[in-house]
């Protein structure tokens, strides 16, 4: 016994593929393989969807972090991604397609009505899936989109309850993100079959008598349509794979900061909605978001009865084409609007290259690994950001930086900069350096008593104490003020430059260096420092010696912060120090 | 079918669970928005508020929950939420022109807040503050987008 044989002894599918050769189609061509290229696409998404699936996570803290591992870490993750991404663009062109023929040859009405109306459905859902898959990766761009797409039903009438459905709760965070998940892989796509089913049941069966009314013979669905089916979906395959590799697959962001400022734009076929939303806008906000498309669709679904074919109505027939042309006219025109504003906006514009420096410099450090708060924790794998929050958890209190933070402590803004030192020497005293502090045993040296030119040169020496750190000097200049410093302006009485001897001030021996101010964060009390009126915290106590490390690095680079401000001041002087 | 009939009622119960439960918690009532030296008059300064985070079963400690325009205006500080009333974007400052206003779909606002173009239907929301030991508190809140009326969620 053959195995065919066998098979369908066992199953009986013998009869059912006798069935399927038997299927009859009006007539067999290109602009009847929409349907089938929808039916590929779907099931193709369906396996690469399966595929990411054994990668992706979908909670708010590990989703970010799982994509950017597929997109970027996982052999041919980016392809299977991307091409996920465009499937959904290239479904909703077919759609397009499939619904303008639909349109053409008045499928909506009797008998097709089910079909036409199975279509829309189907349309929809392709819209969902898409509505609901882009928030997956939790990305800035996914974040947001969904944030201003729940602001916007949420203003339609009902529109609040389901919002608070969707989201879970009050806020975006796992609820949100799980219930769009689920909906996207589990719930849509079984009743997305389920309406496949009924589509393609309803069109098989009515092929053959439309084929009869129309006094042609039918085609066979195996083989003729089926030829032109296998070579669209070819092309449409191939298409898809070109435009995947050539746009390297899909676009990923940084992660979702809820606090940023991203500006999102939705994906390019919702961009007429966008557009119309910034035309009507305060009161008016209800014509765009559910007058005028809640218009369209109920215009589409009661076709059959618009447009019955009958004899009475038959100039309504001819109504039906143009009026698509004019609304789809009026789609691409709006979408175009839309793109060409954008285009000239520089706001925009500047916010889309940082979106895009974020996403490198986010995916970058993701390649370290990601620690367990997920998505933002990325960069935590910044020391730079990490040194900044140890400041401002640490430091911050007393201390300031560019206007934030604290008073009772020295401003450390251009710390260690030629002009933070001019004005130290200037008036010790001022607010924004001891004054708050009980160090107040520095007299102010003004103008009158040590004139600019000493200073610079006073300066100097003090930049040359910091040895390595205090980068080039001027050997002349240096020479010029240590001779001030030891002899005319006697600073030594207080100011040591010997290391480890203790005088009434801090020993000035490698001051500024990294070294130098470690020391003064881990213990600024010790004798030949600040000594027993130092007021700040000794940090050796409560930090490592890393973040100690870290904290006198970032001190230190706050001399070059502003390297204009730290040129010389002063008359006639011609040093030009331009780089501390 | 009876047997499908009584898990219905907890599979209801379940999906709507959210409805009757708090699942997120985090990022409201007064958090610290730093010295009120550091705030000028007719200049805002952009603060972000940090708290602890619940969502669902993580908690997540120190995470920006929000941020606010705070400047002062005569003698009081004034806080404006930097989320969009309209529906939902991050408010930018335009030094030029001394006008708040939202990239996504072009909403101008004064320095006080009223909407002065654009869609946005209703004025910046206003923060409750209040002054602690020299420091700015700000009851960081949300409210409704896209109602001409302020209802806070």
């Given at each position: 016994m053959r195995i065919g044989e066998w098979i369908d002894d066992r199953t009986g599918w013998g009869a059912a593929w006798q069935r399927f050769r038997a299927l009859e189609v009006p007539h067999a061509g290109w602009r009847h393989t929409f349907g089938a290229i929808l039916t590929y696409l779907f099931f193709l998404q369906v396996v690469l969807g399966i595929l990411l699936a054994s990668y992706y996570s979908p909670s708010a803290t590990d989703a970010w972090a799982s994509t950017v591992y597929i997109n970027d870490r996982v052999t041919a993750g980016w392809l299977l991604r991307g091409l996920h991404h465009h499937g959904t663009s290239a479904m909703v062109i077919v759609v397009g397609l499939h619904v303008a023929r639909m349109l053409w040859e008045s499928v909506y009405r009797r008998p097709r009505e089910l079909v036409w109306f199975s279509a829309l459905v189907l349309g929809a859902l392709v819209l969902a899936f898409a509505i609901t898959g882009f928030p997956l990766p939790w990305d800035q761009d996914g974040y947001w989109g969904a944030k201003i797409r729940m602001g916007i039903i949420g203003t339609a009438p009902g529109g609040e309850f389901l919002v608070e459905f969707l989201k879970g709760g009050d806020d975006y965070g796992n609820l949100t993100l799980l219930r769009f998940y689920t909906l996207h892989v589990f719930v849509l796509p079984a009743v997305f079959v389920l309406f496949l089913f009924l589509h393609l049941s309803q069109h098989f069966r009515h092929a053959g008598s439309l084929a009869k009314r129309s006094g042609r013979p039918p085609s066979r669905y195996y083989p003729d349509q089926l030829w032109y089916d296998m070579l669209a979906i070819t092309l449409v395959a191939a298409a898809l794979l070109v435009t995947t590799v050539a746009t390297h697959g899909a676009p990923l962001y940084a992660p979702a900061q809820p606090a940023s400022g991203y500006i999102a734009r939705p994906e390019w076929y919702f961009l007429s909605l966008f557009q119309l939303l910034r035309v009507f806008d305060g009161p008016l906000q209800i014509v765009a978001t559910v007058l005028l498309p809640g218009a369209l669709a109920t215009t589409l679904v009661a076709l059959p009865w618009l447009d019955p074919g009958t004899e009475a109505t038959a100039y309504r027939a001819r109504l039906v084409v143009p009026a698509a042309a004019l609304v789809m006219a009026g789609i691409v025109t709006l979408s175009a609007i839309a793109v060409a504003q954008d285009r000239d906006d520089e706001v925009y514009q500047k916010n889309r290259k940082a979106a895009f420096k974020d996403a490198d410099r986010a995916r970058e450090l993701a390649v370290e690994g990601v620690l367990p708060p997920g998505g933002e924790a990325?960069?935590?794998?910044d020391p730079q950001i990490v040194v900044r929050m140890l400041f401002a958890e640490q430091c911050e209190t007393c201390h300031a930086i560019d206007g934030i933070g604290?008073?009772?402590?020295?401003?450390?803004?251009?710390?260690?900069?030629r002009k933070w030192l001019r004005e130290v020497i200037r008036d010790p005293n001022a607010p924004s350096k001891y004054g708050h502090t009980r160090l107040d045993d520095m007299e102010a040296y003004p103008e009158d008593e040590l004139p600019q030119p000493q200073l610079v040169a006073v300066v100097e020496y003090l930049v040359s104490l910091a040895g390595e750190d205090g980068g080039s000097t001027d050997a002349a200049l240096v020479a010029k003020g240590k001779a001030l410093f030891d002899d005319?302006?006697?600073?030594?009485?207080?100011?040591?430059?010997?290391?480890?001897e203790s005088g009434?001030?801090?020993?000035?021996?490698?001051?500024?260096?990294r070294a130098w101010i470690g020391r003064v964060i881990a213990d600024s009390s010790a004798d030949d420092l600040?000594?027993?009126?130092?007021?700040?915290?000794?940090?050796g106590s409560k930090l490592t010696k890393e973040e100690i490390e870290l904290l006198a690095e970032f001190v230190y680079s706050q001399r070059d912060a502003n390297q204009d401000e730290n040129a010389d001041e002063g008359s006639g002087d011609t040093t030009g120090n331009d780089s501390d | 079918m009876g047997v499908t009939a009584a898990a219905l009622g907890p599979g209801l119960a379940l999906v709507g669970y959210p409805f009757s439960h708090e699942t997120t918690r985090g990022g409201r009532g007064f958090l610290p928005a730093g010295k009120l030296s550091r705030f000028k008059d007719g200049v805002p300064t952009k603060v972000d508020f940090f708290d602890d985070k619940i969502d669902a079963w993580n908690r997540i400690e120190h995470v920006k929950v929000g941020s606010a325009w705070v400047l002062r205006q005569d003698d009081n500080v004034v806080a404006l939420s930097t989320v969009c009333p309209h529906v939902g974007c991050a408010i930018e400052y335009d030094e030029d022109h001394h006008k708040f206003y939202c990239p996504c779909h072009r909403s101008f606002f004064a320095?006080?807040?009223?909407?002065?173009?654009?869609?946005?239907?209703?004025a910046l929301d206003e923060l409750e503050v209040e002054e602690k030991e020299g420091v700015l508190q700000v009851r960081y809140a949300r409210f409704r987008q896209g109602t001409s009326d302020k209802v806070e969620i």
């Open positions: 990325v960069y935590f794998n604290g008073e009772e402590a020295p401003d450390l803004t251009g710390y260690g900069s005319e302006l006697d600073c030594n009485n207080c100011h040591e430059v010997e290391p480890h009434d001030g801090p020993n000035l021996f490698g001051r500024g260096s600040f000594g027993s009126d130092a007021e700040m915290p000794k940090y | 320095l006080d807040g009223a909407c002065e173009d654009g869609p946005s239907p209703r």
